[in-house]
Structures are given as structure tokens and as C-alpha cells.
């Protein structure tokens, strides 16, 4: 008979993330990390298991299949891949990483996937596959919600938005787990759910369930000890008898002595938001000492990145943690952000866009996109002056960053305007009004290159466009009142002169009164 798991909403009134700590406790922990003292952990690093980092991820393409066969709506053929990798974590508890993984191709925020979850959970209600991809979908929902900031500069609607979505989530955990009492990635889940209020009943007996059912996993141990972090209400010295206690399975998981280090990891944390990076690279290089782990190796990259400026080392760092987990949007997110401190603006491009494809429409990837596009436009107007090629080629990388950056179109439309390389500006022009139809630059520059072949009745269109927009635009009414002027329609440029210097525009006044005497 199955055992029902119904899970308690009860005490998730607050959910908070790591900066969410209150500023006592965080204050203390970052004074006792930049002071001389340190925890130590007692075992060293020197009587540990070998082990070699197993190899079994998912990678980038294993997640693109299982998202597939959910946008075709391939239920069943989505249902047996899950069940699929369930049977080879039963067999073999080393490919556990090949089942979370699996899920994690879920941890989705697109409004899309929304009604296809609902739809496969309609089609399999039998099944627990769709009930567990509902919950890591809206357990990413509710973390983006949540955003980043601390606590006090966090909107009300925000964090009640979050609680709804992890309400959800639980929902569709106790559906799991109903149906299925032992399915790892559930367990996992619902510790880092309960985690996040801090040490409650709740998480205590998430974290006692998740042990009893697989007390030699590395993903539920490396939960658990995570969960006893100093901000959240635990300590160092209950992360090390947590990984002391999984000693008795190092000959069946030889990694779980990597469960020491995340005490350097965490205290390494400390000392970079101190600023003290040669002692974060110190404690870093101490976690390492228990082991490879992804998360050390991409603390170090970042470390390098943003404090010591060795861009080349940060690089090393982050390709090493790739390796060791490469379906993980962060990593290939910070090993763009260092190909482009290198200058390496193509492969940047491409790490950019391996993270995009591992989580669409993760807002950090849509924000460092936004930045690097911003500081690329920047340097092509540093080089528009001097060099117009490498002007250009700044503006084609942004476009590769945001190819909707209606600025770089029309940038990159007027350099290649003043190379003589005219139908190329033309389509940039035409590119950049095609993406903000409101921009009047690109109007006028338009009219520059249609002018070239007296085009008038084409530039009048473009003029027209825009004032159908943006009527009471008084320098666009000036500038086709001249087109109409070539065109000899002196009706109409006096119209546009009148209307002109009625919204104020002095220059079509005085040029009312030239053109009308004339005429």
C-alpha cells in the first residue's frame, strides 16, 4: 500500500534567499570570515576516498530533447525518456545526476509552458512525470518573482507572488509523491522549498525523509548539509557533522567528502563579498582540496573575474566547471561574461547563447545580453570617429548580444552610409525603423539615402509613417515639407512649414515666410 505524502503549507508564510539573512546574523558571520579566525574543518583533506568526478550529466542537447518532445506535446514519448532515466538511477544510483538533470530541463519561466504542463498533466494524471516537471516550473516561477534583492527592498506583491508559486509547487509535489514515495528529484525539491523559510518542522522532516530513503546520495546529502548554511539558522558545525555522518557511505559514494568543503565554500563566499579575494581563492582552493566540484571551480572564475581582473585564469576556472556540469546556464552565463572581458566577443556570443538554450528566458542571461549589447554600441561610437570598420563590426557584435537594438541598426546604418556602402545602410536604416518606428534619426537618415536618387515620393511615405505616430512632431514636419519642396509640391511644403512653425519650430517660420513670398 502506498504511503501518502501530504505535505504542509502551514509555516510558509516567508521565504527568503541567501541575502535575505537579517543583517545582524549576516554581519557577524561576514566579521568573523574577514577576521583572523576561520572555521576549520577537522577532517583533512589527506585521509579521503579517491574518486573520479562521474561523468554522467546531462548535457545541453539531452535537455533540448526532453523540451522538444514537450512543445510537440509528445506526452507518452515524454513520459517513457523520464521514466527511462528512472530506471537507470534504480540500477545504477550513480546516474542520479542524469535524473535531476532530467527535471531540471523544466525549470522554465516562460508563460508558454504553462498550458503544455497543464496539458500533459490532463493527458498522464496517472503519471508522476508531469506533475513533477509542474514543480520545478513553478518553483523557478516563484524565485524569479522573488528576484534578488534583499528583503526590505523587495515589493509586498513580489514576495506574496512567490509564496503563491511555491504553494503551487508543493501542490504538485504532494501529487509526486503520492504516486510516487521515492522519486529523488521530489525530495530534493521539497528540502530546498522548506529551506528557504529556514529551519523549520517542515524542512527538519523533509531533510530526515529525503536521508532515510537515499543516505548515499551526493545530490540529497549536498541538500542537506546546505540547508544547515550559517545564514540560515545553522552553523558550520552541524554542516560538518552532517558530513561526517555520511562518511559511512564514502565506499558506495566516495564523493560525499566533498561535503566538507562546501564549509570553505561558504566561508570563501564571505570573504568575496568582503572584498578579500586572496582569501576567498584561499578558502575555494581548501574546498578543492576534498574534491572537484562545479560550484568551487565557478566561485574561483568569478572571484578572478570581478576582483582580481585574471581573466585568463577566471577562464581556465569556469571551463574546468563546465566540464564537470555542463547543462548549467550559469556556468556558460560567467564564461561569457569573461570571453567578453578577453575581447573574445564571438565565442562570448556563443557561451551566451548555449545558456539561453539551456533556460530560455532566464532574466540574467536577458540582462548581461542588455549590458553587453549597451557597452558594445559604446565602443562602436569610441571607434566612429577614427575607424569606421571596427565601428562596425562593434555595432554587428551588439546586434549578436540584442537583435532587436534598434540603436545599433541605425548606428552600424550610418557608418556604413559614410563608407559609401549604401544599399547595406539602407537595410540597417530600414531595420532600425522597422524595430522602433518612433525613432526619428533613423527617419532622417532614410531621407539622406533616398535623396541620393531623388526618391521623393519613397521619403514622403517614411514622413508620413512617422507623423501618423507622432503628430505633433514639429522638426518631421519641417523635413518633409523640403521633400515636398524637391518634389515640387509647393502646396504641401507650405502646409508643412505652417504646421511646423505652429508647434514651435522658429527655423520653419522664417522659412514660411521666405518660401511663401516667393511663391
Known amino acids: 500500500m502506498k504511503r501518502s505524502f501530504i505535505i504542509v503549507l502551514a509555516g510558509m508564510m516567508l521565504f527568503f534567499t541567501a541575502a535575505d539573512a537579517g543583517s545582524g546574523t549576516l554581519g557577524k558571520l561576514l566579521n568573523l570570515i574577514s577576521g583572523a579566525g576561520e572555521y576549520q574543518v577537522a577532517r583533512g583533506p589527506s585521509d579521503l576516498p579517491g574518486f573520479q568526478v562521474p561523468v554522467k550529466r546531462l548535457d545541453i542537447d539531452g535537455i533540448c530533447t526532453i523540451r522538444a518532445l514537450l512543445e510537440s506535446r509528445q506526452f507518452e514519448a515524454l513520459n517513457r525518456i523520464l521514466d527511462g532515466y528512472q530506471k537507470d538511477f534504480e540500477a545504477d544510483r550513480s546516474n542520479e545526476y542524469l535524473l535531476f538533470d532530467a527535471y531540471r530541463a523544466f525549470d522554465l519561466t516562460l508563460p508558454s509552458y504553462a498550458p503544455l504542463l497543464k496539458a500533459w498533466r490532463t493527458a498522464s494524471p496517472s503519471a508522476y512525470y508531469p506533475f513533477m516537471a509542474s514543480a520545478r516550473y513553478t518553483h523557478a516561477l516563484a524565485w524569479e518573482k522573488r528576484g ?169 576556472h569556469i571551463d574546468r566547471s563546465i566540464e564537470l556540469r555542463p547543462a548549467m546556464e550559469d556556468n556558460r552565463l560567467m564564461r561569457s561574461r569573461i570571453l567578453f572581458a578577453l575581447d573574445r566577443y564571438d565565442d562570448a556570443i556563443v557561451s551566451l547563447k548555449a545558456a539561453q538554450t539551456i533556460r530560455p528566458g532566464n532574466p540574467d542571461s536577458i540582462k548581461w545580453a542588455q549590458w553587453a549589447c549597451r557597452s558594445l554600441v559604446n565602443q562602436g561610437h569610441n571607434a566612429f570617429k577614427t575607424d569606421l570598420d571596427t565601428a562596425v563590426d562593434f555595432y554587428h557584435w551588439s546586434l549578436e548580444f540584442k537583435k532587436d537594438n534598434h540603436e545599433s541598426y541605425y548606428w552600424r546604418g550610418v557608418a556604413q552610409s559614410r563608407m559609401n556602402r549604401f544599399e547595406s545602410a539602407l537595410s540597417d536604416i530600414e531595420k532600425s525603423i522597422e524595430i522602433n518606428p518612433r525613432h526619428f534619426e533613423s527617419y532622417r537618415m532614410i531621407d539622406y539615402l533616398y535623396a541620393r536618387n531623388r526618391q521623393w515620393e519613397t521619403i514622403i511615405g517614411y514622413w508620413n509613417r512617422f507623423l501618423a505616430l507622432e503628430p505633433d512632431h514639429a522638426l518631421a514636419y519641417f523635413e518633409r515639407s523640403g521633400t515636398h519642396y524637391h518634389n515640387k509640391n509647393m502646396d504641401q511644403a507650405l502646409a508643412d512649414l505652417d504646421r511646423a512653425c505652429e508647434l514651435g519650430h522658429e527655423k520653419a517660420c522664417q522659412k514660411y515666410k521666405q518660401v511663401s513670398s516667393q511663391y
Open 148 to 316: 534578488n534583492k534583499y528583503i526590505s527592498a523587495t515589493p509586498k506583491e513580489n514576495i506574496e507572488g512567490m509564496r503563491i508559486y511555491f504553494a503551487k509547487a508543493l501542490g504538485h509535489l504532494n501529487s509526486v509523491l503520492n504516486l510516487k514515495t521515492d522519486l529523488l528529484p521530489a525530495h530534493e525539491l521539497l528540502v530546498g522549498i522548506y529551506d528557504a523559510g529556514g529551519n523549520s518542522d517542515e524542512e527538519e522532516l523533509a531533510v530526515k525523509t529525503a536521508l532515510s530513503l537515499f543516505p548515499d546520495s551526493f545530490l540529497i546529502n549536498t541538500r542537506a548539509c546546505l540547508s544547515k548554511l550559517p545564514r540560515w539558522g545553522g552553523s558550520y558545525k552541524q554542516m560538518e557533522s552532517m558530513a561526517k555522518n555520511a562518511e559511512a557511505y564514502w565506499d558506495m559514494t566516495p564523493e560525499l567528502c566533498l561535503l566538507y568543503g562546501f564549509i570553505y565554500y561558504d566561508q570563501g563566499r564571505y570573504a568575496t563579498a568582503k572584498d578579500k579575494p586572496e582569501k576567498a581563492v584561499r578558502l575555494f582552493n581548501k574546498a578543492l582540496a576534498y574534491g572537484e566540484h562545479w560550484v568551487f571551480y565557478y566561485e574561483l572564475a568569478k572571484v578572478h573575474l570581478y576582483h582580481i581582473k585574471d581573466f585568463d585564469t577566471a577562464l581556465d
